[in-house]
């Protein structure tokens, strides 16, 4: 087992607000992790500076070895998958689907900029398959409905095949159906023998896939609970994550929670 996340006192702040507050946490290579909290927890900060995008005020990041500030980023971010809407806001509207996954590779969106060698076009049409969107490979990212870009976004992730796999609300916006069947997609790739290592946000319990080990629980940029997700997933950690009487149950592996009556 090796460690592929190191957050160890780690602070963001802007003018007179803590996005992240005195944070640590680690996630090692076998483990796959969901961060849970309420809108402004700070969680797509914290999937910022563990894809290598922003630097924190303080504190120290090591990713897959390597210690954050002392690399180049643009060497640790090809290692490294992340999904999110401010990925998905640079995929130009005109691109196609296999481009846009298959740019990845490259480093840039728009694949005017690059030809491609035919075992990056392979693996994109792999990716596709295993996304579930290889009838769209023609069609325009901009076309696409919000699951449809959710799953391109996933297989663009990766692209580059990461150790380290980020998704931001992967399940945002989705209808029922829409919901089960990418979380059915998550599940295959969190069960996976050779999956990357992943982090999964969500503010949704009932979002979270099979497959998922570990929990990570953030209210006002701060860490609630961390560890086993059997052992941190109680209605206690809930509670004091959301501010509210929770009760959760576990069926056949996914999550539910509702308030107490
Ligand atoms: N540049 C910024 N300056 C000040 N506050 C910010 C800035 N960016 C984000 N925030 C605030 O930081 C908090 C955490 O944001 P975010 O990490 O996006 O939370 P989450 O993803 O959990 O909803 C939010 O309250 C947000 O409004
Ligand atoms: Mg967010």
Redesign the pocket.
């Given at each position: 087992m090796s460690t592929v996340i190191t957050v160890s006192d780690v602070t963001v702040r802007?003018?007179n607000?803590f996005?992240l507050d005195h944070v640590s946490w680690q996630a090692d290579d076998q483990q796959r992790w969901v961060v849970i909290?309420?809108?402004?927890?700070?969680?797509?900060?914290?999937m910022q500076v563990i894809s290598a995008r922003m630097f924190p005020t303080s504190g120290e990041v090591w990713l897959l070895g390597e210690r954050l500030g002392r690399i180049d980023v643009f060497e640790l971010r090809p290692r490294i998958g992340l999904a999110s809407s401010a990925v998905e806001g640079q995929i130009p509207a005109d691109e196609t689907v296999r481009d846009a996954v298959i740019s990845a590779a490259y480093a840039v969106f728009g694949r005017w900029r690059e030809s491609y060698a035919d075992v990056d076009v392979a693996r994109a049409e792999t990716l596709m398959a295993q996304a579930r969107v290889e009838h769209l490979a023609g069609r325009r990212f901009g076309s696409l409905s919000v699951g449809e870009r959710q799953r391109v976004q996933i297989a663009r992730a990766l692209m580059t095949d990461p150790e380290l796999l980020i998704l931001?609300e992967p399940t945002a916006g989705l209808d029922l159906a829409g919901r089960e069947s990418l979380l059915a997609t998550l599940s295959d790739l969190a069960l996976g023998q050779s999956s990357p290592t992943s982090v999964m946000?969500t503010h949704h319990v009932e979002e979270i896939p099979l497959g998922v080990t570990h929990g990570l629980f953030?209210k006002q940029?701060r860490v609630v609970a961390m560890g086993a997700l059997g052992d941190v997933m109680t209605a206690e950690v809930l509670s004091r994550t959301f501010d509210m009487a929770l009760r959760v149950d576990e069926i056949e592996g996914r999550w539910r929670a509702q308030a107490v009556r």
């Open positions: 802007r003018g607000s996005l909290g309420p809108n402004g927890a700070g969680k797509t900060t914290l931001d946000v953030l940029g």
